[in-house]
C-alpha cells in the first residue's frame, strides 16, 4: 500500500485538532459561564490560607503612643473625620535595576516592602497627629489593583523576581501586615477592592469576569480569609469593575482607572456621570441626587489631587517603561486624604517613599519578604 501524502496527512491532522480544539473551547465556555472554575481556585486557596495562616505565618504590629494636643481643642469638640487611606499599583516582583534607569530608582520585592512599611508608619503618624487634634472616627481602604507585575509584558516574566503565584501570595501577606498594623489606631476600618490590569490571566484585558481572571481577585480573597474574625475590619471584595462607596452622605467611586489617560480624567468622570445618571442605574440601585462626589483611581503611576479625582502613586515610581515612553519622573507613593461631614477632602497627603531603596530586611515587612524570597525567589 502507497503511504499516505504528507500534505492529506497534515490536513487530517489540522482538522483533528481543530474539531479538538473546538469542543475544548466550548467546555471552556461552559465552566466560564458557570463561574466553577474560578469557586474551585478560591475555595482551594481559602483552605490552603487558613491551614497556613495557624501554622507558620506571625505578624505582631506596633501600637504608637496617643499624642496629647499642646492646646485647646480650636474646633468643635463633636467635630469627627474619616481618613482615607488609597492603595494599589504595588506591582510585587516587578524588578527596576539602578544602572538600567541611570540610577532614577532602584525596585524590587524586598524594596517594595520597605516602602509598604514606610508607607504605613507614615499613615499611622499622619492618623495619629489628626486623632490629636479631633475624633477619627473610622479609616476606609480602598485597594485598587496592580497588586503584583504580573507577566503582560514578555519582558516582565523574564525579569520578575518572584512567579505571579508568588506574587501574589506575597502581595496578599504584606496587605495583611499593613491592614494589622492599621487597626493599632483602634478605629473601624472598611476595604473595598478593584483588579488592576497588570495582575490578568489573559492577554487582552477582558471585558467580562475582568475580577474572575486576575491574580488581584486571588489576593483580595487571600486577605479577606485572614482576615476573617477580626470585627474591627469590615472589607469587601468586589466583582464589579466599578465600585461606589459612601463616606458620610459623600458618594465615592472607586476603579483601577486602566484606560483613563493622564489629563483626561475629567472625561472619565464625564463618562462615569452618564452611567450613574441613568434611570436605570438609579431604579435599580436605589440611587437619588449627585452622581458621585470623588473618582479614585490608580494606573497611571502618577500621584494627582483634582477637584474630582484622586489619583494614587504606585510602589515602584520610576521606571524602564517610563524611561522608555520618556515620561515625566513620577513620585512612588499613596494618598492618604480625610473627610468630614460637611467638607468632602479636608486634607491630603501625598506619601513620597521613592527614597527607599533598600532591601536590608529592617522591619517585619522586608523581614518576612526576605525570607519569603530565600524560598520562592526565581
Ligand atoms: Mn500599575
Request: charged share 25%; glycine share 4%; net charge neutral.
Amino acid at each position: 500500500m502507497k503511504p499516505l501524502d504528507p500534505e492529506i496527512k497534515l490536513a487530517r491532522k489540522i482538522e483533528r485538532l481543530s474539531k479538538e480544539n473546538s469542543e475544548l473551547r466550548a467546555a471552556n465556555r461552559k465552566l466560564a459561564a458557570s463561574g466553577a472554575m474560578f469557586d474551585d481556585v478560591v475555595d482551594e486557596l481559602k483552605s490552603a490560607v487558613a491551614s497556613d495562616v495557624k501554622s507558620s505565618f506571625r505578624f505582631s504590629p506596633t501600637v504608637l503612643p496617643q499624642h496629647k494636643p499642646k492646646t485647646k481643642a480650636l474646633i468643635d469638640p463633636a467635630h469627627a473625620e474619616t481618613a482615607i487611606l488609597v492603595l494599589g499599583d504595588w506591582h510585587i516582583g516587578e524588578v527596576i535595576l539602578a544602572a538600567d534607569v541611570n540610577k532614577m530608582n532602584a525596585f524590587n520585592s524586598a524594596v517594595a516592602s520597605n516602602r509598604v512599611h514606610e508607607v504605613i508608619e507614615s499613615a499611622k503618624k499622619i492618623i495619629r497627629l489628626h486623632q490629636s487634634m479631633y475624633n477619627i472616627e473610622a479609616l476606609w481602604v480602598p485597594i485598587l489593583g496592580d497588586m503584583i507585575s504580573g507577566s503582560i509584558h514578555s519582558e516582565l516574566s523574564l525579569s520578575n523576581d518572584l512567579s505571579d503565584p508568588a506574587a501574589t501570595v506575597l502581595a496578599a501577606r504584606l496587605m495583611y501586615m499593613a491592614i494589622a498594623e492599621l487597626c493599632t489606631l483602634g478605629i473601624p476600618i472598611r476595604i473595598d477592592t478593584a483588579v488592576g490590569n497588570h495582575p490578568r490571566m489573559t492577554e487582552q484585558m477582558p471585558t467580562k469576569r475582568q475580577t474572575q481572571t486576575n491574580l488581584d481577585w486571588l489576593a483580595f480573597e487571600f486577605l479577606s480569609a485572614m482576615l476573617e474574625g477580626n470585627s474591627q475590619v469590615d472589607m469587601n471584595v468586589s466583582t464589579g469593575q466599578i465600585s461606589v462607596v459612601p463616606v458620610y452622605d459623600w458618594r465615592f467611586v472607586i476603579e483601577h482607572g486602566y484606560g483613563i489617560k493622564h489629563g483626561r480624567e475629567e472625561n472619565a468622570e464625564d463618562r462615569l456621570r452618564a452611567i450613574f445618571d441613568s434611570a436605570e442605574y438609579r431604579e435599580h440601585n436605589n440611587h437619588s441626587g449627585t452622581s458621585f462626589d470623588t473618582l479614585i483611581i490608580g494606573d497611571q503611576h502618577r500621584p494627582k489631587l483634582l477637584q474630582s479625582t484622586i489619583v494614587n502613586g504606585s510602589l515602584p515610581g520610576w521606571s524602564d517603561l517610563a524611561t522608555a515612553w520618556r515620561l515625566r519622573p513620577s513620585a512612588a507613593c499613596q494618598q492618604l486624604v480625610g473627610c468630614s461631614k460637611s467638607h468632602l477632602r479636608t486634607w491630603a497627603y501625598s506619601i513620597d517613599v521613592g527614597h527607599i531603596r533598600s532591601d536590608k530586611p529592617t522591619n517585619q515587612f522586608s523581614q518576612y519578604t526576605v525570607e519569603f524570597l530565600k524560598k520562592h525567589k526565581r
